[in-house]
């Protein structure tokens, strides 16, 4: 090849190339300024003592993530939300998955009932809540009706701070299911049929193929579906804020989880350094979850064939 088509063939991939940069140049300038630029602000605040007023922001080193580690609420908080967020993670991922293979096998009315399960998705948080202290009120709601049945005596499912877990996380599975579902049918229906009727000629049908078909080739979708269910759970607040604002104290005299315990810190007590110390542990717990889930995900066949590779 001659050193001018050299040239051209450059030019003809480097053009394209050049114009993605520069149309996306824009979005990531902006991308930078809301995203970026503040996650290194509350890196570098958490180093500091800052009140929001003065202009002054004394470098205090660790002093903050000692104050944090020693805080009761704060360890009530992560406690909470962890128990909430592994609640989501581990009910909801494995029920919309069920739900959503329900649904692509050919259900009557596939449409009406894929609606009906995302609605919750779409609606937002704040009225949601509100009907859903409706049904969990102590001596006027429906869940307690429902359940005095049984001969079941009336709980408080927003007075008793573990029922008052169970409460946060079960709006919250509610609410992220459908949105789970729905991504679960699109690699469902991604999967082609010629594996399942190669596998019932082999007489793997029913519960067997979709162990050794669905579930494997699901993987990376369930991974990311696992990840952002997981990131919604540490990430909870407006339904702690609304569920629990008639309580005695603050919304978070029953439920305390991490988000809260940052706002108050931050906005009500004027500790910006060390509600920014809290957000930066926030971010540590769930980039190290991602990361493990990222690990665990690993195809252990494939990672055995890239060591036989480099050898």
Known sequence: MSTVSKVVKKRKISRPLGFCIVGLLPILALYTYLRFIPIFSTFYLSFHNWDMV??????????????????DLFITALKNTTIIAFSVLL?????????????????????????????PAIMPMVPVTIAWKGILDTNTGYLNYFISIFGIEPLGWMTTPALA?????????????????????????????????????????????????????LKPITLLI??????????????????????????GYIVRVLVYDMFENGFRFFKMGFASAEAV????????????????????????????VKA
């Not at 971010?283 to 494939?302: E, P, T």
Request: net charge positive; hydrophobic share 45%.
């Open 54 to 71: 003065s202009l002054k922001k004394p470098f205090i080193g660790f002093d903050n993530y000692i104050k944090l580690f020693h805080s």
């Open 91 to 119: 009910i909801s991922v494995p029920l919309s998955l069920i739900v959503a293979n329900a649904l692509v096998n050919k259900v009557k009315y596939r449409p009406f009932f894929e609606s009906i399960y995302f609605l």
């Open 165 to 217: 877990v169970t409460s946060v996380a079960m709006i919250t599975i509610w609410k992220i299911l459908g949105y789970n579902m729905l991504i679960f049918i699109v690699g469902l229906t991604g999967i082609p049929k010629e594996y399942y009727e190669a596998a019932s000629i082999d007489g793997a049908t029913g519960f067997k193929s979709f162990r050794h078909i669905t579930i494997p080739l």
């Open 226 to 251: 696992s990840i952002t269910t997981l990131i919604t759970g540490y990430n909870v607040y407006s339904t702690v804020y609304v569920l629990a604002s008639d309580t005695q104290g603050s919304p």
């Open 281 to 308: 542990v926030l971010f540590a717990i769930v980039s190290l979850l991602v990361v493990i889930q990222f690990a665990l995900a690993r195809d252990k066949g494939d990672l055995k064939n890239r060591k036989k």
